[in-house]
């Protein structure tokens, strides 16, 4: 009988580039699946399945040996459209349970993973307690919607010992890899300014609409969970979460820890040490939406500046992409985006930096849930692509931005206490608070 640890080492190196997993479809891993041992088997459970938890859900099944056993969601009519694939995703539905508490999933014996895919303002609950059950996790971004939420969660890791992904998979694509280690290759130069912007011109908040009744198979409560009693709002509800402090905090914690990710890890940067944000609803000021649709926020570094443009909307950024990170050196500027990579000279310099356009080779998510499935099977934390430690980080350093944008102020931050040197501030943003009989666990 193959070890499990072996196992996935073979499939892993079978699978490293992505292109192959990618390029085959279920009935093909089907073929590969029926040839790994029953003790070889990961046993997969899925708690939200709307948006994204359901996109990890068909990545993940298509790494051998992963199997779903379980579903959970409190809209029924989404149970119900995911039910409806397991077909053509060669799914056994005879085999997998479904629920609309997550807790029943938790309790499952036979559950070994379990993705995170709720809105913002379930994952650190539902990550914690999945640790505590037993489980390893994969988490959605950005993993917590508040800086201590964040810190909870990486307790829970350390004190649970259990393997925890963030669905940060742009850490997993090759192309923008390659550009960070150009970026720390020194052939930039000195870069002073590194720029992050996120134009989303798909994106819009939805129509002011009256309150109303849930959807017939929607459990609201259990929807709201942790976040203030509100009455029911469709244009609150479902992929528009987004757009309000209760859940999220808008794009720069929809998109930004994806891109903010990648400028901390090209720069070596830690935390700021202080943050300035400006914008509103410029575009939409008529729309059902709290959070900015126009924000820019200027994070201070010892030796550089970081800058956050984001707009919704429009699609005309910098550079002529709607999305990317500019590191801006003094020989040269390095473009990188998910379309893929380039460096542009700096006609002043004497030392020209300069590379044609990089596209990507590979398939991100898919990589991603190989290297978390690897690391479930070795037990190597180190190997992982994006810890819960690095999701929290960057996670840490959006909400900074969000706040400093809520309190209407150039905010400084204390890292030898973990704070702001606001207590104003600090008391006010630093954790949001928990209600309908929630709270946080203490780790």
């Known amino acids: 009988m193959m070890h499990r640890r072996r196992f ?31 003790s070889d088997q990961l046993r997969l459970g899925a708690i939200g399945i709307n948006g994204m938890g359901w996109a990890n ?52 014996k036979d559950i070994d993973i379990v993705i995170v895919g709720t809105p913002d303002h379930w994952h650190a609950l539902q990550m914690i307690h999945a640790c505590e059950a037993g489980k390893d996790v994969f988490v959605e971004k950005p993993v917590g919607n508040s800086i201590v939420e964040c810190r ?9 010992n259990k393997v925890v992904q963030a669905g940060q998979w742009q850490r997993s694509q090759q192309h923008f890899k390659d550009a960070v280690e150009y970026v720390q290759s020194g052939k930039l130069g000195m870069i002073r300014t590194v720029k992050v912007w996120c134009y989303q011109g798909w994106m819009k908040p939805a129509p002011v609409v009256p309150d109303s009744n849930p959807p ?15 009455p029911f709002n469709a244009s609150r509800f479902h992929f528009n979460f987004r757009w309000f402090w209760d859940y999220a905090g808008g794009l720069m914690t929809d998109w930004g820890v994806h891109l903010l990710d990648y400028a901390l890890l090209g720069m070596n940067a830690d935390v700021p040490k202080s943050i300035a944000a400006l914008g509103g609803k410029f575009a939409y000021p008529d729309l059902s939406q ?26 005309n950024g910098s550079y002529g992409r709607n999305h990317g990170i500019a590191f ?62 690095a999701g929290a980080h960057v996670a840490t350093v959006a909400q ?28 006010e ?15």
């Open 8 to 38: 996935l080492h073979q499939a892993g190196t079978l699978l490293a580039g992505g292109t192959l997993l990618s390029a085959l479809d279920n009935k093909t891993f089907a073929i590969f699946k029926n040839r790994i041992a029953p």
């Open 57 to 108: 859900v068909t990545a993940a099944l298509k790494v051998p040996g992963v199997n779903l056993v379980a579903l959970c969601d409190v809209d029924k009519n989404v149970l119900d459209k995911r039910k409806a694939e397991f077909s053509k995703l060669n799914i056994d539905a005879t085999k997998v349970k479904t629920y609309s508490d997550y807790r029943q999933l938790l309790d499952q």
């Open 152 to 160: 909870a969660m990486v307790a829970a890791q350390q004190r649970y």
């Open 216 to 230: 017939a198979g929607v459990d609201y409560a259990a929807w709201l969970g942790p976040a203030p009693k509100k």
């Open 290 to 315: 709290e959070t900015p649709d126009t924000l820019t926020t200027l994070y201070e570094f010892d030796k550089f500046n970081l800058v956050w443009d984001s707009a919704m909307g429009i699609d």
């Open 328 to 389: 801006i050196g003094n020989n040269g500027t390095l473009v990188l985006h998910r379309g893929g990579w380039e460096v542009l000279e700096e006609p002043q310099s004497t030392n020209k930096a300069s590379k044609s356009f990089v596209k990507p080779s590979d398939n991100g998510l898919n990589n991603h849930w190989v290297n978390f499935i690897d690391v479930v099977k070795t037990r190597k934390m180190q190997d992982l692509n994006c810890s819960i430690q």
């Open 400 to 427: 900074m931005g969000n706040i400093s944008f809520r309190s209407g102020q150039r905010l400084v931050w204390d890292k030898a206490n973990g704070k702001f040197t606001d207590e104003k501030i600090n008391s």
């Open 429 to 443: 943003y630093l954790m949001k608070e928990y209600h309908n009989g929630y709270k946080l666990p203490k780790v």
